[in-house]
């Protein structure tokens, strides 16, 4: 980062100190990148931003028209403004992201979506495993995530329609479970007393309604379907579909339309996040303003380090000792995303789809 100015206000709201401080900015801030702090009386930082031209940028906020304007709001809360200048709109975007993360701002975080917004598709460890919906994934259990995913409420639907398809349970995790294989099936009663599997919905795990062996292999269908080998599950609804429809039975054809529905949207989620993962590994060069030209070495969507593009024989040796040590390193699987990882994926993802000229930078790694 280079310099760094600050001007603080005793009164925020008053007309007189905002004069001052747009005269500071207008006199002293440069139209470069650059990432700007507001910062409360008691130290705060409330607001985090950033912008390829931070002169003009931090002007804006004082020609708010209304008091609910968004710049009109931070300032009322602001006595503080400090800004860095970075070497580029790309570094500043980074800069911006990390400093949101450090600090978690009130006003980022009540415009912005964090990653408490997405949703993760849980398989549980133990007897008969389960597949459920989560707001976050916990670095420290033993289940296996698949996402991340925006809109809970449809991932929700689209699982229990894969459960039902699947004949998987969904029932609370410390029911007991009992497979028709284990000798202590005697000591159960006929039937859970649960309608998934009075009506062929799940397969009666805790019943003795299977063996281990056919919950597992329905487990590893459902699996399938989610890393994307296997389409298993939406073929069996649309067959199921089709044969309803031949049938002239067309109100359970529609059902099944809309079950196979929820499922191809959660593939499409799948694909989209199977994509940015999988394409955004390479090692990527960025102009700098005042000739500080930066190289990003990102692999899966994050980047794994950054250092000054080196100009020297010796320098260029290091970076692609750096590289290889980076991309050595066994891939974690591409449908699942650390919690901590998935804002910077979606950052990048967004920004190779905005300037997608910036390809032009990107040296893939043989
Ligand atoms: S049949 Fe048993 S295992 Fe399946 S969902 Fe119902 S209670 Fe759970």
């Given at each position: ?114 990653t408490?917004?997405y949703s993760f598709i849980r398989i549980s ?6 597949l459920n919906v989560v707001r976050g994934a916990s670095p420290d259990d033993a289940a296996v995530y698949y996402g991340p995913f ?5 991932v929700?639907?689209?699982v ?62 459902a699996r399938a379907f989610l890393d994307g080998s ?36 959660l593939?499409?989620q799948f694909d989209r996040l199977r994509f940015a993962v999988e ?21 899966r969507g994050v ?27 066994k891939p974690a699987p591409s449908w699942s995303v650390p919690t901590h990882e998935i804002?910077e994926l979606l ?20």
């Amino acid at each position: 980062m280079s310099k760094s100015r600050a001007y603080t206000f005793k009164d925020p709201t008053s007309e007189e100190q905002l004069a001052t401080m747009r005269a500071v900015v207008r006199e002293t801030a440069r139209n470069v990148p650059g990432v700007y702090r507001m910062i409360a009386d008691n130290g705060e930082i409330v607001y985090v931003g950033k912008s390829k031209q931070i002169r003009s940028r931090l002007l804006s906020y004082f020609r708010a028209s209304y008091p609910e304007d968004k710049g009109a709001r931070i300032l009322r809360e602001a006595v503080k403004v400090e800004w860095d200048y970075e070497p580029s709109e790309f570094a500043a975007l980074l800069c911006e992201l990390r400093l949101i993360k450090k600090y978690r701002p009130r006003f980022n975080v009540a415009m912005k979506r964090d990653t408490r917004h997405y949703s993760f598709i849980r398989i549980s460890r133990g007897a008969a495993p389960r597949l459920n919906v989560v707001r976050g994934a916990s670095p420290d259990d033993a289940a296996v995530y698949y996402g991340p995913f925006v809109g809970a409420q449809r991932v929700s639907e689209a699982v229990r329609e894969l459960n039902d398809v699947l004949g998987l349970r969904d029932c609370r995790s410390d029911m007991p479970i009992f497979f028709s294989d284990q000798h202590e099936l005697f000591q159960i009663g006929r039937t859970p007393g649960c309608i998934r599997y009075e009506i062929g919905k799940c397969l009666g795990p805790c019943v003795g309604g299977c063996t281990f062996a056919e919950y597992d292999r329905q487990l590893a269908l459902a699996r399938a379907f989610l890393d994307g080998s296997n389409a298993g599950p939406a073929d069996t609804l649309r067959q199921q579909m089709e044969a309803a429809s031949r049938a002239m039975q067309f109100e359970r054809a529609a059902i099944f339309r809309d079950k196979l529905s929820r499922l191809e949207t959660l593939r499409e989620q799948f694909d989209r996040l199977r994509f940015a993962v999988e394409s955004l590994s390479f090692v990527y060069n960025v102009s700098g303003c005042d000739g500080r030209h930066r190289t990003y070495v990102i692999r899966r969507g994050v980047v794994r380090a950054e250092l000054d593009t080196p100009t020297s024989r010796r320098d260029r040796a290091a970076m692609r000792r750096l590289v290889a040590d980076i991309f050595d390193e066994k891939p974690a699987p591409s449908w699942s995303v650390p919690t901590h990882e998935i804002d910077e994926l979606l950052l990048l993802s967004s920004w190779f789809r905005k300037f997608p000229e910036e390809m032009k930078r990107a040296t893939r790694v043989a």
